[in-house]
């Protein structure tokens, strides 16, 4: 439900086929994130490549810089289930992703490879959106990107898709692992094959986000919880 109300509307109602996206139609929109303290660094450039193509084929981008001051991580405390959407600290851009997120079609998750998995900083803002306000993303595609100067990109990747894949949204992939090198951005510019990697990836994620506005999801199978300890 939650779901149609944000992608649905003008969308559900309109044609939206191949590359093209029907005239009149609302415009398609994709969240970028950068999850590394540096503004312009590595996963940055990373992000911009990507969001090349998508403008090209059409799509909207927005880069969000989660910053460099603390993020703090989800203490559990459940306030999120009574203000669904809302997390309790106020102090970092978890809230401000959350809110970009329901107008936003598909989302990139870029990391820096700390020690062979993503910036503590991605992994708490992650945690907490998906925590508070995982129908924002729910159902929508996204895909993951790491930067690193050699080792641990292919561990943060599976890491930052594992929010993804527990909310049905399709993971979105490139023709190699969503990677770059380098410890400065005109090192990343002169790996030939990452830069190709994250051209594809944009172009993929932007016939992604076309076929998944096009048909968005309808009613959910009613669940049911499987803890046995109440
Ligand atoms: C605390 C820390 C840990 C790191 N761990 C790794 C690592 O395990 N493997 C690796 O190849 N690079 C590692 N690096 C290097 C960064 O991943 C690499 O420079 C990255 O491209 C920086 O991206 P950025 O400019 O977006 O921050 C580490 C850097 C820092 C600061």
Redesign the pocket.
């Known amino acids: 439900m939650a779901r149609a109300g944000l992608v649905g509307g003008a969308l559900a109602a309109t044609a939206v086929l191949g590359d093209e996206v029907a005239e009149g139609s609302a415009k398609l929109r994709a969240l970028l994130v950068?999850g590394?303290?540096?503004r312009e660094?590595?996963?940055?450039?990373a992000l911009s490549l990507v969001a090349e193509e998508l403008k090209k084929n059409n799509v909207e981008v927005e880069i969000l810089h989660l910053g460099a001051g603390p993020v703090q991580d989800c203490i559990a405390c459940g306030n999120c289930r009574k203000h669904p959407g809302i997390c309790i600290w106020k102090d970092d851009p978890v809230n401000e992703l959350i809110d970009k997120a329901k107008n936003s079609h598909g989302f990139v998750f870029?990391s820096?490879?700390?020690?062979?998995h993503p910036?503590g900083r991605l992994l708490s803002a992650l945690d907490r959106a998906f925590y508070a306000g995982s129908f924002a993303f729910t159902g929508k595609p996204g895909a993951a990107v790491a930067?690193?100067?050699?080792?641990?990109?292919l561990a943060t990747i599976d890491a930052i898709q594992k929010h993804l894949t527990i909310n049905q949204m399709p993971v979105i992939s490139s023709f190699y692992w969503n990677e770059?090198?380098?410890?400065?951005?005109e090192q990343?510019m002169q790996d030939a094959e990452g830069i190709a990697v994250m051209r594809q990836l944009g172009r993929n994620l932007a016939r992604a986000i076309k076929a998944y506005a096009a048909f968005p999801s309808g009613e959910e199978i009613p669940r049911s919880y499987t803890n046995f300890i109440r």
């Open positions: 950068n590394s303290p540096h660094g590595c996963t940055y450039t870029g820096p490879v700390y020690y062979g910036s930067s690193s100067r050699r080792a641990g990109s770059v090198h380098g410890n400065t951005p990343v």
